[in-house]
C-alpha cells in the first residue's frame, strides 16, 4: 500500500499522507515518498495548488517514533549537515519548501509534532472542527527542529511560540484560529470542500503574479526595510513578462467580465 497518494484533479494536487493505523506517523518510507510527491507537484505543469490532508481521523501525529528517532541517537556531525537540506514531511519544511505554488493543508484531527511543523510549512490551513495541534516535542526531551518554532514566530508571534512550544499544551481548532494558526475551521464534513474553495479563488488569479508573491513573501523575511523594498521591486515588475495577461484581465475588468469564483 502507497504510503503516500498523488492524484491532479482540475489543476488541484492532492497528497494525501496513506499510514492510516499509526495516525499517519511519518517513517523514512512516508518522508522519501512525500520528497518524491512534493517534487512531481513542483515539476507538474498541469498542477497549479496542491492540497495535502491526512487518511482516516488525523492529519499527521509527527514521526514515527519507533525508527525516527533511533537513528539520530548516534548521529555523527556529518549526517547532521546532510539533514540541514532535507528537513520533514518530504521537504516541505526545509529542502523543498521553495515551491512557489500554494499549498492548502486540509487538518483533520491530530497535527502533533512533526505534523504540525507540516502543517505550518504549508500557505493554508484549513482546520476540520476535530483538528488538534500540539508540539509534544518537549515532552519526550526535544523541541522542533523543521521549522516548527521559526514558523510559529513568524505566523503567530513571540508569546504564542513560547506558549506551545514550552508547554507542549494541545489547543483546538477554534484556539488555533484566535491565535492565528489557522485560516478558516470547518464541520468536519466541509473541510475538502472548503479547501478546495480556497484553492479555487487561487486559480482564478493571475499563477505568474501568485508565484512571484510568494516568493517574494520568502525572500523579505527578516531582511531590513531597504533591503525589503527593493527586493519588492525587482520582484513585481519583473515578474510581468510580455503584458499579454496583464492586458487581457484588464480588459475583462472594464468589460465587467471578471468575477469572483463561486463559493468564496
Not at 24 to 43: G, I, K, S, T
Not at 55 to 73: I, N, Q, S, V, Y
Request: charged share 25%; proline share 3%.
Amino acid at each position: 500500500m502507497a504510503k503516500v497518494l498523488y492524484e491532479t484533479r482540475g489543476r488541484i494536487a492532492y497528497l494525501t499522507l496513506n499510514r492510516p493505523e499509526v495516525l499517519n506517523a511519518v517513517d523514512d518510507e512516508l518522508d522519501d515518498a512525500l520528497w518524491r510527491a512534493w517534487a512531481a507537484f513542483d515539476a507538474d505543469d498541469g498542477a497549479d495548488v496542491a492540497i495535502v490532508t491526512g487518511a482516516g481521523r488525523a492529519f499527521c501525529a509527527g514521526a514515527d517514533l519507533d525508527t525516527w528517532l533511533p537513528k539520530w541517537e548516534h548521529a555523527n556531525m556529518l549526517d547532521l549537515r546532510r539533514n540541514v537540506g532535507r528537513g520533514f514531511g518530504g521537504g516541505i519544511t526545509r529542502g523543498q519548501h521553495r515551491i512557489y505554488k500554494p499549498v492548502i493543508a486540509a487538518v483533520n484531527g491530530h497535527a502533533i509534532g512533526g505534523g504540525f511543523e507540516i502543517a505550518l510549512a504549508c500557505d493554508f490551513r484549513i482546520a476540520a472542527e476535530s483538528a488538534r495541534f500540539a508540539s509534544f516535542e518537549v515532552r519526550r526531551g526535544l523541541h522542533q527542529g523543521d521549522g516548527g518554532i521559526v514558523r510559529l514566530v513568524a505566523i503567530a508571534g513571540l508569546a504564542v511560540a513560547l506558549d506551545l512550544a514550552l508547554t507542549g499544551r494541545m489547543v483546538g481548532a477554534d484556539e488555533a484560529y484566535r491565535l492565528g494558526l489557522v485560516n478558516r475551521v470547518v464541520p468536519d464534513d466541509r473541510l475538502m470542500e472548503a479547501a478546495e474553495e480556497l484553492a479555487g479563488r487561487l486559480l482564478a488569479n493571475s499563477q505568474q503574479a501568485l508565484r512571484s508573491a510568494k516568493e517574494t513573501i520568502l525572500d523579505v523575511i527578516g531582511r531590513p526595510l531597504d533591503d525589503a523594498l527593493r527586493l519588492e521591486t525587482l520582484n513585481a515588475y519583473s515578474s510581468v513578462g510580455d503584458f499579454s495577461e496583464v492586458n487581457e484581465r484588464l480588459r475583462a475588468f472594464h468589460e465587467k467580465t471578471d468575477r469572483d469564483p463561486p463559493g468564496v
